[in-house]
């Protein structure tokens, strides 16, 4: 099964969270998407540029160059290209071969990052990345932070696999987010459609763990709801409930929605791109809770045991010869549906398009 | 000729020195064996215990989990396993699929240090094992001294082949033993069996060399004789023995043996688990002879050289593009003896086993 | 086309920088030339010696060895050759087999280097060398200087594309030798032959640049012409001119000639050897100006740019799967004239030879 299966790697056609915002300026940087090398940069009026990262004349990394204007001259020989990938100047010639440009990759740049279209150019739609107002990114009443980015060393799939399992929590982050008390390990409620795989934990009625009282202002019983929404290929959006239960007729009540914020877009074949945020929306204002935690040494520590386990699995799938034999159980449902999603999205690519 | 024949890499069926006991405690450790990935722990009770080394849910290594008694809980999802490679525990789930336990490695722990059997458990034989107390290991007329360890960067055999080899030690070590002096250049008289290989150099009237005389308290002539054998496939024994010349009717008298005893184990197909130490069977006592001799600055120097040696022309290996041409000569005789065991070790366990 | 073609690598028979001369000393040094280790020492009256560097017994590297008059002792076992490759030790016994020896390779030292020669030793005529008067090196109207090498981690080719192409002056070398200023940008005027490209570039009347007007005593307008010649498969020397335009009936005149000597040589398929030397014919004397040239900040940092693009471009075609698609412009043609005259000393080499 993907991702242990050879010649299966990554849908194309698709919208991949590319780099956060801040990432990009008026500095060349090249980073390897699905295993091509881009660079992107941004025009003197702002505007996100996603090219190919290889001059087309003798390979030099663009990465490497230099903006004039609006345009990228490779460091090498000064060839130069427009923000579209055309050529301007081929230095000692006046005449510009067809085939002298850069593939250009449509991006779309919304809240704090930017997305990119890994496919082909002609079917990227923006109204198919997720809407960020919806799915409360943008949404004003939520105070979202983002910013933390890992280059890991392992598989995408890995990552998915690790966001669609909440089960790991209480053994691979005993040490930073707490150990296993029994109720965190549930089968989550799973739900999934073509490009979408949903989970669902609950906590029916729990003391209100010391850290949710200090930000909530609450002592006593209180509900957990834990819904993740994995929206293929590259995002995951966690909403992170808690609602007081009412001793009197006041009933329950919703204290607060915690966001948890990640992205997954595969590098290289064995090397990922990953972005984590966080957000809340309650005690809106500054200093912005999100950004606290979202830079706390807890959410760091813990993120890096997530990239650590998926760099030991991908050693040992490389020290194994490249493959590993896996058994299931039932806490995997959900990443093996994501693994399906994914398996599903390349195959569609396989078959002839009906016109 | 192995072991530089693509696929003939190392008999299974067979016992290997894993580690020094005191490397296996409370806390799991992997170490790869015969190119497989295994964990090592100790149970409450204090036995060793020899596991396949990577969870078979995820692949994730045993060797970053922890202990939960005797048990092993993996570090990624908390599956959990016996030390006999059942499985305790799957998280989220009562039935446990019979599929997923860990591969169990019988162990035999003896003198300072644990043997792993790599094959076929059903084959596995302590008595297999070279008799601890015969080949003077755990013999109380010896004080032996272990802990040597390196991780040595090139295939097992280029150790084997330079422990059956006396006459590089005038070269190699001619900056930590010392030099050619022309004595130590022989060819062995060698015998062997199915599994076994013997040496034996002689060095009839010699001046007792300074570092001997000082530890026999003895000045005069001496015959020195040098006997080692090497127990396919994992270790060698040599004795080192020194001999007074009488001048009167007193005539010859053993001053004493020293040992020096090494074993090799294959890690991965290009590198090597090597443990040595030193025994010796006069002036007993605190402070260790041998204990001091093991730790000393020039066996630590000589040995590096042998590590690096292997490295240098598993090195040479590599960048010849994974093969070399050899010129046997006479001196190569016991290492041509060692190979020719070990392959005839690998060529049987081809044949079908007749019951 | 070469250098991105499979097994097109480079052709042996011919002479090869291999070491500036005071690299060689009476220390055994190992290099690889052609993808074959050699070693190289000087025998007691000082003649430079080339063997096969990887000792035919059991392969150690003879770069870890020593000498013993004119004969190299393997570090390991003690087999002795003499400086023709002939064995003339091998310890515990007294016959050589014929098969015993290292293959000796040509060497031919003149000026500040040594060539060798990398194929048939039976064909290995020194005349074939350009010579080293008539090329400037060794002719005392000229002062000149060696001793910049560097190890360059991409494939050979790279760096002659590099040297054979002037128009990456000003882009590549903008922060050292400094930026485009129109005039640098040409195609050169080329001539070639079955073994030689000829390049050459004119400036007809510009300002007298500053640094030259420093070396020449000389304010005014200038001619400057640019020629370059490459031997191949090694060596590229280029005479950097400069002529006064004279505004009285003196006419023009050369005001001296800068020499800039570069020589390239394979090490393995995908790493270089890269010698670097200036001289030049005017102001001769001490402190020479070659020397300090050759040794100054601004030349070491414009070589380590070109250094490091061959090895951004070798990433990038490994990273690519080991091969990448080029795009050609006419500022390429010297370039691809000397791939062209490459690629047919190597198809020369595999047809028969006519006798």
Redesign the interface.
Known sequence: MHPLKEGCYAPRNQWYVAAWSSEITRKPMER?ILNE?LVFYRTERGEAVALAG?C??????LG?SSLVGDDI???????TFRADGSCSR????EAI?A??RLRSYPVFEDWMWVWVWAGDPGLADPSLIPNHREISLTDPAYQNAGGNYWHVPGRYMLMH?NLL?G??V???HRHSFGG?DGGA???PKIQSGPDWVECEFNQPDIQCPPFLSQLFGYEGRVRRTYRSRFYAPSLHIFYDQTWSIGTDSAGSKLLGTILHIHAVTPA?LHSTHYFQGEGQNFSLGEPSLSEAFRSSDMVKRALEEDVT?AR??E???Q??GGT?????????SAAVKGRRVIESLIEKERQPVAV
Not at 56 to 61: D, I, V
Not at 73 to 79: K, Q, S
């Open positions: 390897w090398p290889r087309p004349h003798r390979g030099f990394p490497e001259e490779c460091g090498y020989h000064g060839l081929i230095p000692t010639q071969p085939s002298c696999d399992d089960n790991h209480p053994f691979l296993d390990i549930q089968i290289t386990a030991l699995i050693e040992m799938i020290r194994s590993l034999s896996e058994i299931l159980v039932r806490a995997d």
